[in-house]
Structure formats: C-alpha cells, structure tokens
C-alpha cells in the first residue's frame, strides 16, 4: 500500500494583493511629487531622488522577503519528501517481514506434515502429521503410567496417593526420558516452532503487532501439540522457549484437564493463558 502524497502548503491569496497595493501607493505617492509646484525648485530635486531611492528599498525589501520565503517553501517540501521516504521505507520492512514470517510459518506447517510413525517391525506407515502429536502424547502418558505401577508394586501404596505425592520434578524427569526416545521428530519440530515465535519478538514491530502474529502461530497449534509443549517448556525449553510461552499467551487454548495433575496449571502465570494488556495491569 502506498503512502499518500501531502501537498505543499500554498501561500494566502491576499499576499499578491498587498504586494500590489504596496506598488500602488508608491507609484501615486510618485506621481503626487511630480505633479507639485515643486518640480521646478532645483533646490528640492535632490530629496526628489532620494525619495526614489526609498522606493527601491521598499521593492529590495519585497524582494528579500519573496526570497525568504521561497527558501521556507523549498525547506517544507524537502521535509514532506523525507517523511514520505520514512514512511514508504517502514511500508517496505514491513512487507518483507510478513515475507519471511508467511515463509516461514510455511517452513513449520511443511514440517509437521512431514512427521510420521511407523510400525517398527513392518515398517508401514501407521500416522503422520499432526496426529503424530496424539501418539507422542499418548507415550508419555505410558511412560508416567508405567512409572506409577512400578511405584504400587514397589511400595504397596495405593495408586492415588503415589500420583498425589508425585512432584513436578519427576513429571519433567520421565518428559526427558520421553523426549530422549523421540528426539528425533520432536528436536527440530521444537527448534523450528522456538525461531518463528523469537523471530516476532525481537523485530521492531510494536507490541500489539507482535501478539497478533504470535496468534496466527498458536492458531497452527493442536491440543496434543499444546499439551507437549506445556511440559517442554518445563524441562528442555524451560529457560528460552517458556518466557515467550507466558508473553504471547501461548497456552491460551490448551485443555487444561488434560494435564496429569490439575494443580500443574498453577506452574504458569496468568499470562500464559490469557493476554495481560498494559491498560489493565496499570489500573
């Protein structure tokens, strides 16, 4: 879109006509002398000069002050000419950053169609795309399950009180070991998803264009995906990736009874769920 174009400011109507008026008055005032008795007095004929000599000051003046502004003239025009280049120019940046953010949100959507599980002794093709995230998901689930039968049998203690007395560090101790086994599609689904939020962040865009393209990218994101990266962000993204989880409200759409334990909502702030908008968090 381009910029629209400002038009000079013009002069008043009536500067010509004071100009003009202002010859008038000399040019009588001229021929009022001539027209004297004193026209023939060789006496006064030298302040009969003089007073032509009045007249070109006056026209010197007027043409000084036509030059001044002209030069006022030129200044503004080359001032509405660089505001046009400014804003023509951050019409340009931010033409090329929807380029590169489109491309590469392209780039992470191609990924993710890209995934896909096989059976591991036929090797057929059982799931792929983002219902990869489903099963991913399911084999966590597995994992911290199997832990907890484990514990039963180890203890004697009931399930119940095994997963009420489970803390958060061993939550994100058996996602490690999860994310270990399927490293392999999960490490560069992770890092790709990370670069496209950071890339929004750290451009010049104000904050308000920034949380609205983050919210194109959580708009690609599955309730399984969202799931995955709750606790990634807990263990493997936790010092990178989680700040910009609770900044762009990341979390906003998850399926909070989904999570192993209801309480493990309370390990994100507010901001990961909902926007905190400066005007409120200033009231």
């Not at 007073?51 to 007027?62: D, I, K, T, Y």
């Not at 036509?66 to 080359?78: D, E, H, K, V």
Request: charged share 25%; aromatic share 14%.
């Amino acid at each position: 879109m381009s910029a629209p174009k400002r038009s000079l400011p013009r002069l008043p109507w009536y500067t010509l006509f004071i100009v003009f008026a202002l010859w008038v008055i000399c040019w009588l005032a001229v021929v009022n002398w001539c027209t004297t008795d004193y026209r023939n007095r060789w006496a006064i004929r030298g302040q009969f000069g003089d007073m032509f000599g009045a007249v070109n000051a006056l026209f010197s003046g007027l043409a000084f002050a036509g030059l001044i502004i002209t030069i006022t003239q030129q200044n503004r025009a080359l001032q509405l000419q660089q505001d046009e280049i400014i804003e023509n120019g951050n019409i340009i940046k931010r033409q090329i950053f929807d380029n590169t953010f489109f491309s590469m949100l392209s780039m992470h959507n191609d990924l993710v169609n890209s995934i896909d599980l096989r059976d591991s002794r036929t090797k057929i093709l059982t799931v792929e795309g983002k219902d990869c995230f489903e099963v991913f998901f399911t084999r966590l689930e597995k994992e911290i399950n199997s832990y907890i039968s484990k514990s039963v049998e180890a203890t004697q203690i009931v399930k119940e009180d095994i997963v009420k007395g489970m803390e958060i560090g061993k939550y994100i101790e058996l996602y490690e070991a999860f994310y270990k086994k399927n490293q392999k599609n999960l490490g560069h689904y992770y890092r790709n998803l990370y670069s496209l939020v950071s890339m929004v962040d750290n451009s010049a865009l104000d904050d308000d264009s920034k949380y609205q393209y983050v919210k194109i990218v959580r708009a690609q994101l599955s309730m399984y995906e969202l799931m995955l990266l709750f606790y990634n962000c807990l263990s493997i993204g936790k010092d990178k990736f989680k700040p910009l989880v609770e900044k762009y409200a990341l979390l906003k759409h998850i399926n909070k009874g989904g999570l192993f334990k209801s309480n493990h909502i309370e390990l994100y702030p507010a901001t990961a769920y909902v926007r905190v908008s400066k005007k409120s968090a200033t009231a």
